[in-house]
C-alpha cells in the first residue's frame, strides 16, 4: 500500500517555504538599508559573503547534478515516444518565445529613446574584459575535456591568479553523448546507468537540502543589492531601467500566460507552481545556480515527464534567455547607438532579433547578458565601449532578467509536454508554492 507523502520539512511543519524566502528578502532589504544609509560596511561585507556562498553552494551541485541528469534522461527518451521531435520542439518554442521578446524590447526603446534621455558621461565608455563573439559561441559547445572545465586567468595588484569553472553547455553536450552511447551499447551499459541513477538521486537530496537554505541565501543577496545601489546611481539611465523592467514585465505576465492560455491551460497554476524558481531568481541573478529549483518545480509542480524535463530544463538553462539574451541586448544597442549618434535601419533591427534568436548559446559558461551584448553590439558595428556606461547597473538589471529567463526555461518544458501528452494536468491543475516542499507518492 502506498504511504501517505510527507513534507520533506518533517512532520508538524507550519511555515511554507515561500513565506521564509520571502521573510529572508525583507530581512535583506532592511540589512541593506541600513548598511547603505549608515555606511556599515561589516554589515554590507557579510551580507556578500552570505550571498555569494549559498549561490556558489549551488554552483557546486549543478555540475554533478546536470551531469547525472542528462545520462539519465538521455537513456530513458528510449521510453518516450518520438524523442526526437521533443528536442526539435523544445528549440523551436525557444526561438518563438525569444522573437516575441526582442520584438517587445525593440519597440520599447523605439518608443522611449533611452539613449537620447539618458544623462552619463561618455568619457567613463570603455571596453569590458569579457567580450562575445561568434567564435565563443563555437567554442562553447565543443567540449574541451571531458568535465567541461575552463581555466581563466585575471591580473590584480597581488599579480596574476588563475581560477576553474564550468561550461554548462558544455556538460549538456558530454551528458548527451555519455547517455547515447550507454543506449547504442545496450545490456552492458546497464551497471553504469544505474549508478548513475543511483547519483542522481543522490545529488538531487543534496540539492534540496541547499536549496532549504535559499531564506538565508536570499537576504545576503538581496541585501547586497540594497547596500551597494542607490537612486543616485540609477538616475543617469532611469528610462533604460525602467525600460528593461517593463519589457521583462510584458514577457512575464502578459505573453507567457497568453501562450498558456491557447495551450488550454490556466496561466495562475503556472505562475503558482514556478514561483519559487521566478522568485529564487530573481534575488540569485543566476538562471545555472537556479536550476535544480526550476527542475524540481517543472517536475514536482506543473507535472511535466520528468524524463522530458531533466532533458529540457537543462538545455534551456543554457540556452533560454528572453531577459538577458533578447530584451535587454535590443534595448541596450539602442541605448549605446543613442548615445554614440550612431542611426540604426531596419537591417540593423533584423540583425538583433536574428542574434537574439541564434546567438543566446553563445552566453553558455560565460559572462551572461554582458557577453551577449558585447555579441550584438560587434555584429551591428557599434562601439564596444558602451557596454561600460551600462555595468555600472547591471545587477539591479540582472534581477529582472534572471526572473524572466528562469520562468521561460520553466515556461517551454510545460507547452511542449502539453502539446505531446507528456503533463499531468491533475498535478498542474493542483499546483501550489508549497508543493515543492512534498514528497511525491510512492507506487504500490
Known amino acids: 500500500m502506498a504511504e501517505t507523502a510527507r513534507s520533506e520539512s518533517g512532520p508538524g511543519f507550519k511555515f511554507p517555504f515561500w513565506a521564509q524566502v520571502l521573510l529572508g528578502l525583507a530581512v535583506g532589504i ?7 544609509q549608515f555606511s556599515v560596511g561589516w554589515l554590507g561585507d557579510v551580507l556578500a559573503t552570505v550571498g555569494s556562498s549559498f549561490v556558489g553552494l549551488l554552483r557546486v551541485v549543478v555540475v554533478p547534478l546536470v551531469l547525472t541528469a542528462i545520462i539519465v534522461s538521455i537513456a530513458n527518451l528510449r521510453q518516450v515516444t518520438n524523442a526526437a521531435r521533443l ?16 520584438v517587445i524590447g525593440l519597440t520599447i526603446g523605439l518608443i522611449t529613446n533611452p539613449g537620447l534621455q539618458a544623462g552619463v558621461d561618455l568619457g567613463g565608455a570603455k571596453e569590458p574584459s569579457s567580450t562575445g563573439s561568434w567564435h565563443d559561441f563555437l567554442e562553447s559547445i565543443i567540449p574541451g575535456n571531458v568535465l567541461g572545465l575552463e581555466v581563466s586567468t585575471s591580473q590584480n ?26 543506449l547504442a551499447v545496450g545490456e552492458k551499459a546497464e551497471p553504469f546507468l544505474n549508478f548513475t541513477r543511483g547519483a542522481l538521486a543522490v545529488f538531487q537530496k543534496i540539492t534540496w537540502w541547499i536549496i532549504r537554505l535559499a531564506p538565508i541565501g536570499t537576504a545576503g543577496l538581496i541585501g547586497r543589492a540594497v547596500a551597494d545601489y542607490g ?6 539611465l532611469a528610462v533604460f531601467t525602467i525600460d528593461v523592467y517593463v519589457g521583462c514585465a510584458i514577457v512575464l505576465f502578459v505573453v507567457y500566460p497568453i501562450l498558456i492560455k491557447l495551450h488550454g491551460l490556466k496561466p495562475s497554476k503556472f505562475f503558482a507552481g514556478a514561483w519559487p524558481a521566478i522568485q529564487f531568481a530573481f534575488v540569485s541573478r543566476s538562471s545555472i545556480g537556479t536550476l535544480p529549483l526550476t527542475q524540481r518545480v517543472v517536475t514536482r509542480n506543473l507535472g511535466v515527464s520528468e524524463n522530458y524535463a531533466s532533458f529540457a530544463v537543462p538545455i534551456g538553462a543554457t ?5 538577458c539574451a533578447a530584451i535587454y541586448p535590443a534595448l541596450a544597442a539602442i541605448t549605446v547607438a543613442q548615445l554614440f549618434g550612431v542611426p540604426l535601419g531596419i537591417r540593423e533591427y533584423i540583425l538583433i532579433a536574428f542574434v537574439s534568436v541564434v546567438g543566446s548559446a553563445a552566453t553558455a559558461g560565460l559572462t551572461g547578458a554582458v557577453v551577449m551584448l558585447t555579441l550584438t553590439l560587434s555584429t551591428l558595428g557599434l562601439p564596444l565601449a558602451g557596454v561600460g556606461l551600462l555595468l555600472a547597473i547591471d545587477p539591479i538589471l ?26 499531468d494536468e491533475k498535478v498542474y491543475n493542483s499546483a501550489s508554492v508549497d508543493s515543492i516542499e512534498r514528497e511525491p507518492v510512492p507506487a504500490a
Open 319 to 323: 540556452t533560454k534567455m528572453d531577459g
Open 398 to 423: 540582472d534581477m529582472i532578467r534572471t526572473a524572466t529567463n528562469v520562468a521561460g526555461q520553466a515556461l517551454v518544458p510545460v507547452l511542449v509536454a502539453k502539446r505531446n501528452g507528456l503533463l
Open 231 to 236: 537612486w543616485d546611481l540609477l538616475a543617469p
Open 87 to 102: 528536442a526539435v520542439q523544445t528549440l523551436i518554442w525557444f526561438a518563438i518565445t525569444a522573437l516575441i521578446a526582442v
Open 157 to 182: 595588484d597581488a599579480g596574476i591568479s588563475s581560477s576553474l569553472s564550468f561550461n554548462v553547455l558544455q556538460l549538456v553536450v558530454i551528458g548527451i553523448v555519455l547517455g547515447a552511447a550507454a
Open 30 to 36: 532592511a540589512l541593506g538599508f541600513l548598511a547603505r
